[in-house]
C-alpha cells in the first residue's frame, strides 16, 4: 500500500499526461495500438514489455481506474470488467478447473447465486454454503477439491456482516484462495486484503460509479492470481470499455466525500426507521442494534449507503409500502445519488422458495433503502408518508 491517503490516491493517481499536458485525464478511444517496427511488435507480443498492444488486454483508461482500485485496497494488480457479474464469472472460470469445489456464504447476490446452481455445474463445479452465523461449519465443509472459499459483507440485500478475518484465518490454514464481493462497502470503507483476501471483487456500478450511469467491474488481489484472470479475459473478451473507465476513474475523485454522506444519510434513515411503531426492525451497520455492531466497527470506516427494515404486516405491506413512495425510486439498482427502494420478497427473490428467502434473512415485509444524496429530511419525510399511508 502506498503512504498517499486514500483520498489522495483516488485523485492524484493518473496516466502519463500526453504532449497537450492535459490537466484531467482524456479519454482513450482506440481499440489498438501502433508499433515502432518489428521487433517492438515482437517483443510486445511475447511479454517481454508492458505496453498497450489491443484495448481487450489494456488500454490506458481500464489502467488507471484499476491502478487507482489497486492503490485504495492494498492490492497488487488487477483487471477490468465490463460489469460485476462478468467480474465475478471471469474470476470463477479463470481460477476454477472441471470437478472443483467451492465454499460461499449463504447470503450473496441473487445472479452470483444463479452461476453456483446454473452454470458452474455444467463443468462439474460444486458448491456447499455456510450460513453467516455459521461460520465455525466452513472447516467441515471443505473437501480435497476445494479451491475457493467466497463471501459478501455486508450482504445484500438484508445487510448482514460477515467476520472477514476469521474466513480468511481458514482459508490460509488450508491454503485455499479467499474471495470478497466487497461492493456494498467500496474501497474507501473496506479493505477485505488486510483480512487475508487474496482477491477483491467490484461491481463498480453502485457507489464506484455512484450516478447510476455506466455497468463496470474489477477484480484486484496478488499478481500470480490476476495473471490467470488477465489471460483468461484477454482470450475471452470481457473487458471494460476505456469511456466506462473514464467515467470510473473520474467518479473514484469523488469517492470518499460522497460515501461519508450516504452514510452519514444511512445512519439519520436507520435511525428514523428505528423508532417508527410501523417497523418491526431495522439492519444498518453502525446501528447499535444491529447483531454485528461491534464487528461492522472493527472491518468497516462507516456502515455504507444500505439500509434494510422490516415492515410490520409481511408481503402485502411491504408492496403497498412501494406503492405508497413518491420521491424515491423503485430501481433494482443502488449507490445512486438518488435513493432507491425495493422490495425483494416481491421482485428480486420472488422466485425463490420461501424458505430459502427466510435463510438469507428476506422476510415478507423486508424493504431494502439505498440511500442516496437528497437532502435527508425529504427522504425521510417520503418513507414517513409512505410508512402512514
Ligand atoms: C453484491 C453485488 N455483487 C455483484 C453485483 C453485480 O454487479 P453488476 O450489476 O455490475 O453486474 C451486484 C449488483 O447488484 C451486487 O449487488
Redesign the pocket.
Known amino acids: 500500500m502506498s503512504s498517499k491517503h486514500i483520498e489522495t490516491e483516488a485523485i492524484r493517481t493518473q496516466i502519463e499526461r500526453s504532449q497537450f499536458l492535459e490537466h484531467s485525464n482524456p479519454l482513450f478511444l482506440t481499440s489498438s495500438y501502433v508499433f515502432e517496427d518489428a521487433e517492438d511488435m515482437r517483443t510486445s507480443f511475447a511479454d517481454e514489455k508492458q505496453r498497450n498492444i489491443y484495448s481487450r488486454y489494456s488500454n490506458p483508461n481500464t489502467s488507471e481506474f484499476i491502478e487507482k482500485i489497486c492503490l485504495m485496497e492494498g492490492a497488487e494488480r488487477g483487471y477490468a470488467f465490463a ?6 464469472f471471469s474470476t470463477f472460470a479463470a481460477l476454477l478447473n472441471a470437478d472443483d469445489h467451492v465454499i460461499s456464504s449463504r447470503s ?2 441473487g ?2 447465486q444463479t452461476l453456483f446452481n446454473n452454470i458452474l455445474p455444467k463443468w462439474n463445479i460444486s458448491v456447499s454454503s455456510f450460513k453467516i452465523d455459521e461460520l465455525d461449519t466452513i472447516e467441515s465443509l471443505i473437501q480435497p477439491n476445494t479451491k475457493l472459499i467466497y463471501a ?1 459483507s455486508p ?2 440485500p438484508a445487510v448482514d456482516i460477515l467476520d472477514l478475518k476469521r474466513i480468511g484465518d481458514i482459508a490460509k490454514k488450508h491454503n485455499i484462495i479467499f474471495i470478497v ?1 466487497n ?2 462497502a467500496t474501497p474507501y470503507l473496506q479493505q477485505p486484503i488486510k483480512f487475508g483476501a487474496n482477491l477483491v ?6 457507489l464506484i460509479d455512484g450516478q447510476g450511469r455506466v ?3 474489477v477484480t484486484v488481489g496478488t499478481s500470480d492470481l490476476i495473471q490467470k484472470i488477465y489471460l483468461f479475459a484477454r482470450n475471452t473478451g470481457p473487458a471494460l470499455s476505456p469511456f466506462n473507465a473514464w467515467i470510473l476513474s473520474k467518479s473514484l475523485e469523488t469517492l470518499p466525500v460522497r460515501v461519508d454522506k450516504h452514510c452519514d444519510n444511512a445512519l439519520k434513515v436507520a435511525t428514523f426507521l428505528e423508532a417508527h411503531d410501523k417497523v418491526n426492525f431495522v439492519k444498518y451497520p453502525f446501528l447499535k442494534s444491529h447483531p454485528q455492531y461491534e464487528l461492522a466497527k472493527q472491518q468497516m470506516k462507516l456502515g455504507g449507503n444500505v439500509v434494510a427494515f422490516e415492515i410490520k404486516g409481511g408481503i402485502d405491506a411491504g408492496r403497498n409500502f412501494l406503492n405508497s413512495i413518491k420521491l424515491l425510486s423503485l430501481s ?3 449507490g445512486d445519488t438518488r435513493s432507491i427502494v425495493t422490495h425483494p420478497a416481491s421482485t428480486t427473490h420472488a422466485k425463490l422458495p420461501e424458505e430459502d428467502r427466510l435463510q438469507t434473512g428476506i422476510t415478507g415485509g423486508l424493504i431494502r433503502v439505498s440511500v442516496g444524496l437528497e437532502h435527508t429530511e425529504d427522504i425521510i419525510n417520503d418513507l414517513k408518508q409512505a410508512l402512514e399511508n
Do not use: P, R, W
Open positions: 460489469s460485476g457479474m462478468s467480474a465475478v450473496i447476490f445472479s452470483t459478501e450482504t445484500n464481493d461492493c456494498f471483487i467490484h461491481s463498480a456500478t453502485k455497468l463496470g467491474g433494482a439498482n443502488l
